[in-house]
């Protein structure tokens, strides 16, 4: 069976300081994978996707960037944090065939100081 | 942008109730998902209804799509305490399986 993994749970971050979150997954070959910020009471907003190995596609300008440097590996940074950059980060993952559900990792918990 | 907008914001019952939640939406969609989020967890994928399906059921949960009204409805049958959480619907307009989120009902069902 699939499984996601997203690492680690929680990250307290000051302020200007480098980030990198990781997710990878087990049991599926060239899935689609997603990168979603979640605001306290809000929404899934999704920042990236990636349909294969160095292929990514950024859904709103930020801080941020991703990278796909394997198959099953998508990693989420930044050179440096915003205030704003807290949040609630998940990572999913699909299947490439349009119209599948998402699988979603447990999330990274990221404060900003 | 958020294209699936949630009613009602929050909800609670009691056990043994049911609890029904919409999802309302703006463009065409291919298909209409439904997923739950325990506090502090990732999402779970519930159900997936599509743009020909009009009602799906899995077990207590019972979905329905009305694609003229860009509509859809959560229906969980029989709560339990352990439904508590939030539910959200996910609209997927065909791109690369992208979805886009409404900003969720919190269910709570009391003992």
């Known amino acids: 069976s699939q499984t996601i993994h997203q690492w680690p749970a929680t990250l307290v971050q000051p302020v200007g300081s480098p980030l990198s979150l990781e997710c990878t997954v087990e049991g599926t070959s060239n899935p689609n994978l997603y990168w979603y910020r979640q605001a306290a009471g809000r929404g899934l907003q999704l920042l990236f996707y990636s349909v294969g190995i160095g292929q990514i596609s950024s859904e709103v300008p930020q801080n941020l960037s991703a990278s796909r440097p394997q198959d099953r590996q998508f990693i989420l940074s930044s050179k440096k944090l915003l205030l704003s950059d807290s949040g609630f980060y998940l990572c999913a993952w699909s299947q490439i065939h349009t119209g599948q559900p998402q699988h979603f990792g447990d999330g990274t918990r990221l404060s900003i100081l | 942008s958020q294209q699936g907008e949630e009613d009602p914001q929050a909800l609670s019952i009691q056990e043994g109730e049911n609890a029904t939640m919409n999802c309302s939406y703006k463009t065409s969609i291919n298909n209409l998902q439904w997923y739950r989020q325990n506090s502090g967890r990732g999402l779970v994928h519930l159900i997936l209804?599509?743009?020909?399906?009009r009602e799906k059921h899995s077990g207590r949960l019972r979905v329905t799509l009305d694609t003229s009204k860009k509509s859809s409805s959560l229906l969980i049958t029989a709560s339990r305490a352990a439904d508590t959480a939030s539910y959200f619907c996910?609209?997927?307009?065909?791109?690369?399986?992208?979805?886009?989120f409404g900003k969720g009902i919190t269910l709570s069902v009391r003992p």
């Open positions: 996910a609209t997927d307009t065909g791109a690369n399986s992208k979805l886009t």
């Open positions: 209804i599509r743009s020909n399906e």
